[in-house]
């Protein structure tokens, strides 16, 4: 079995600083895991994608993820928050099979 | 090299109907994968396809189908429907071979409504 549990459904910064979104995995292999960003009335763009290479895995437009297997966590982070990063943001396991588990979602927006 | 494309963009059916929404893979990709994603909460997987077999089935239930043509387009059938069955399907390709974790690759989606 395997889970995401996201643990913000929502976040709200200022354009310019860090954005820190938490997720937490629950899965019986060695998972592989999956940062995903939707627009509003998108589909789904994949950020980073980590499969048992480097812990720290770094995706488009500056995000970046670290995996921690003691903590089961993969928590995604920017540094320097822009406007176009506002959306919905999914935190995806799937353990060695061919369905992705998603997260509820955590809704970003970015105050100017 | 052409994304993942679905069709229609929109449908607005009542309860009974059945629907039939189309995809079209990522050039190159075999694998199709579904899913359904209500309002507000995050993707649900329906099924997948690997070379027009169903290779996996998520927790839906029989009326919805699907198919997967030679050229590894797709089609998902929902017969029956309810007002619960209002959502945006996505569908998403991968490039792999079945059982291998392949990053899925997503179409923008078919936005259902059931009256």
């Known amino acids: 079995a395997q889970s995401v549990t996201q643990l913000d459904s929502h976040v709200s910064v200022s354009e310019g600083t860090p954005v820190l979104l938490r997720c937490n995995y629950s899965?019986?292999?060695?998972?592989?895991l999956f940062w995903y960003v939707q627009h509003p009335n998108k589909g789904l763009q994949l950020l980073l994608k980590y499969t048992s290479a480097a812990t720290l895995v770094k995706g488009i437009n500056g995000f970046e993820a670290e995996f921690k297997k003691s903590e089961t966590s993969f928590h995604l982070t920017k540094p320097s928050a822009h406007m176009s990063d506002a959306a919905e943001y999914f935190c995806v396991v799937s353990a060695n099979d061919y369905k992705l588990s998603f997260g509820a979602g955590t809704t970003v927006t970015v105050r100017a | 090299e052409t994304g993942v494309t679905q069709s229609p963009t929109h449908l607005i059916k009542t309860r009974g109907q059945q629907v039939t929404l189309r995809c079209s893979s990522q050039s190159g990709h075999n694998t199709v994968s579904w899913y359904q994603q209500a309002l507000g909460q995050g993707p649900q997987f329906i099924f997948q396809y690997y070379r027009e077999e169903e290779n996996g089935r998520g927790n839906f239930p029989p009326r919805f189908s699907g198919l997967q043509f030679p050229n590894y387009s797709s089609e998902l059938n929902v017969n029956a429907l309810e007002l619960d069955d209002s959502a945006l399907y996505l569908c998403?390709?991968?490039?792999?071979?079945?059982?291998?974790?392949?990053?899925?690759?997503f179409g923008p989606g078919t936005r259902l409504t059931v009256l």
């Open positions: 998403a390709s991968s490039p792999g071979v079945a059982g291998r974790t392949d990053t899925q690759y």
């Open positions: 899965s019986s292999y060695s998972p592989s």
